[in-house]
């Protein structure tokens, strides 16, 4: 597995401002994924961010709303822009492609807990 | 559509009980299979997963789920319950032609174990 940290663990925003939501792992990894848990329900992927390219965003999710960056194998950073209490949500960062070779599942972050009033 | 479901909200078991945690699938191929634990304010911590082999499956603290594909079912089971593992369980599925981000999430099943 790997050591996933995230910053801030949560946050109250004004609506209409903008939050970067920072993922840091101790390892370099091959993938790295944004997920959304809205209160009380499931998670949802938003995008897989990828390393020195553009992410790639799942359906309902834009760009301009949740710009994404990969500067490196082992950061990554998810804006959530223009904020209004419909974002209220856990961000969650994972990782995946570990060692060994197959090792299909993911590793989660703590989350960030964002409020949006 | 691919899906993931997880048909009880709320599990409730005495401790020292065994405990099931249900869930059904319905994706075409062959799955990659997961469940995921999530602990008040934490994020998920993976527990344990089937990708090829053994029906039954081990995994963390204690325990097992069972595959039966004539079912499409994932079951999460352990022998005997903990207060300490009350906690939100979440299945998850990753269709075989998905790739790494396509893990589908089941809506999660709440576990109360009672002293």
């Known amino acids: 597995s790997a050591v996933i940290s995230q910053k801030p663990s949560r946050d109250i925003c004004q609506r209409g401002t903008s939050l970067t939501i920072q993922c840091q792992v101790d390892?370099?990894?091959?993938?790295m994924f944004w997920y959304r848990q809205q209160p009380g329900q499931s998670l949802t992927l938003i995008a897989t961010a990828n390393q020195g390219s553009e992410a790639t965003y799942e359906s309902g999710f834009v760009i301009d709303k949740f710009p994404i960056s990969r500067p490196n194998l082992t950061f990554s950073t998810l804006t959530v822009s223009n904020m209004s209490p419909e974002d209220s949500s856990i961000y969650l960062c994972?990782?995946?492609?570990?060692?060994?070779?197959?090792?299909?599942?993911?590793?989660f972050g703590p989350g960030t807990r964002l409020t949006v009033t | 559509a691919q899906s993931v479901a997880q048909p009880e909200d709320q599990v409730n078991v005495a401790e020292g009980n065994p405990l099931t945690v249900k869930c059904t699938y319905s994706v075409s191929g062959n799955p990659y299979l997961f469940w995921y634990v999530q602990y008040p304010n934490r994020g998920l911590q993976f527990l344990l997963k089937?990708?090829?082999?053994?029906?039954l499956v081990k995994g963390s603290y204690g325990f097992e789920a069972e595959f039966n594909k004539s079912q499409t079912s994932f079951h999460l089971k352990k022998p005997s319950a903990l207060v300490s593992d009350s906690a939100l369980y979440f299945c998850a599925v990753r269709p075989p032609s998905g790739g790494y981000n396509k893990l589908i999430f089941g809506a999660g099943t709440r576990l109360a174990v009672h002293p």
């Open positions: 089937y990708i090829t082999g053994d029906n």
């Open positions: 390892s370099q990894v091959t993938m």
């Open positions: 994972s990782v995946g492609g570990l060692a060994p070779r197959g090792s299909y599942e993911q590793y």
